[in-house]
């Protein structure tokens, strides 16, 4: 029942077209759960690297491959992605007159495909982008790369278009929502525009359909093996799918919150809410096997035995090394060359002497 079990009002009789409140709500609602699924992930990892290590480092796509699954369920039982059918919506081809098909009758294939590649690939696709953008930023402030090198040329120019298309991007869904609000566009979202089609309020009919949908697809038999093994799929991928969207509809509320206090204007109060005390210097290591590692001159960086270029410590241990030194070290190993201390590049912190 957890198609229907959020649908608690019909459609009003002001017509079938949604306010833009309900439609800027039900696409920040899945907005909201990815970060917050992703701080779960990362205490999980935290507490047990050795366990829940692989879960973080592909989080991206084993979420993207539960929000397929999830999104295919709901367009192809209620015609609406999991967030448009919790606010009682439903997707309509553009150009269908005032008789609308039920929301159980689905899409037509092409706006069906097109409707699950725009929901899952274009957040999995900016997602990927904004993190490679953070991770060019970082090199290119720390100089990675040599300054005359034709990649580091190609990615700065890269680094300095890309606030523009990021601008163009938000504008045009900008535009887009104030067209809807003047009522000079059927849609709130260029993707929903793209896809074909356009979001209405689901009516008495629809939610009719989708309860007797639901009843029969559970009373139902079939004598033929082939249909009983594809029955039996379809169950199982409606199952887990089921679970998903009953999981997420009990915990939307839930996650919204995580999603609120792990937020960039929050951090300030959790570091003052949770800030602990300063640790102690790290242990004198003269009689532990790692301590060949560590020259007798201060000066000279562990790694390449060298006097210092760049000086830079690390966080997690207290150790100073080159700068390409423990990048390309901790970039491979994730760990301190000295302590052996997990590690990882933001613990990097750089030294900037009084002769430099």
Not at 4 to 10: E, S
Not at 48 to 63: K, M, Q, T, V
Not at 270 to 299: G, R, Y
């Given at each position: ?115 699950l590649l725009l929901l899952v690939l ?110 039996a799929l379809r169950k199982a991928l ?38 602990l005390p300063t640790p102690p210097p ?75």
């Amino acid at each position: 029942m957890a198609e229907v079990g959020a649908h608690l009002t019909a459609a009003p009789a002001g017509g079938d077209r949604p306010s833009v409140f309900e439609a800027v709500a039900q696409d920040s609602l899945m907005a909201a759960v990815k970060p917050a699924l992703q701080h779960l992930v990362k205490v999980l990892a935290e507490s047990n690297p050795a366990r829940y290590g692989s879960l973080w480092r592909w989080f991206d796509e084993i979420y993207v491959l539960l929000d397929l699954l999830l999104q295919q369920h709901y367009l192809a039982r209620c015609s609406a992605s999991f967030s448009e059918n919790f606010y009682s919506l439903k997707r309509v081809p553009m150009g269908e007159g005032t008789r609308q098909a039920l929301a159980t009758a689905g899409l037509p294939k092409r706006q069906h495909w097109k409707s699950l590649l725009l929901l899952v690939l274009v957040p999995y696709l900016k997602g990927k982008l904004e993190k490679l953008v953070s991770s060019l930023r970082e090199e290119d402030e720390y100089s990675i790369h040599p300054p005359s090198s034709s990649w580091k040329r190609f990615y700065r120019a890269f680094l300095a278009a890309y606030p523009f298309v990021n601008m163009t991007w938000e504008g045009w869904f900008l535009i887009q929502q104030l067209c809807y609000i003047l009522g000079k566009a059927q849609h709130h979202s260029p993707l929903l525009r793209l896809a074909g089609v356009r979001l209405v309020r689901l009516t008495a009919e629809d939610i009719q359909a989708l309860e007797k949908k639901l009843a029969g697809a559970t009373s139902s038999e079939t004598h033929s093996f082939t249909s009983r093994v594809q029955l039996a799929l379809r169950k199982a991928l409606g199952g887990i799918a089921f679970s998903l969207s009953t999981g997420l509809s009990v915990s939307v509320f839930f996650l919204q919150f995580l999603d609120w206090w792990y937020s960039s204007e929050n951090q300030e109060t959790i570091k003052s809410l949770t800030a602990l005390p300063t640790p102690p210097p790290p242990v004198h290591l003269d009689h532990e096997p790692s301590s060949a590692l560590l020259p007798k001159l201060k000066t000279v960086c562990p790694l390449c035995r060298k006097i210092r270029v760049n000086a830079t410590a690390l966080s997690t241990s207290g150790f100073v090394f080159c700068y390409r030194c423990i990048y390309s070290h901790v970039k491979a190993h994730q760990r301190c060359p000295v302590t052996g201390y997990a590690t990882e590049l933001q613990h990097l912190v750089k030294l900037y002497s009084p002769e430099s």
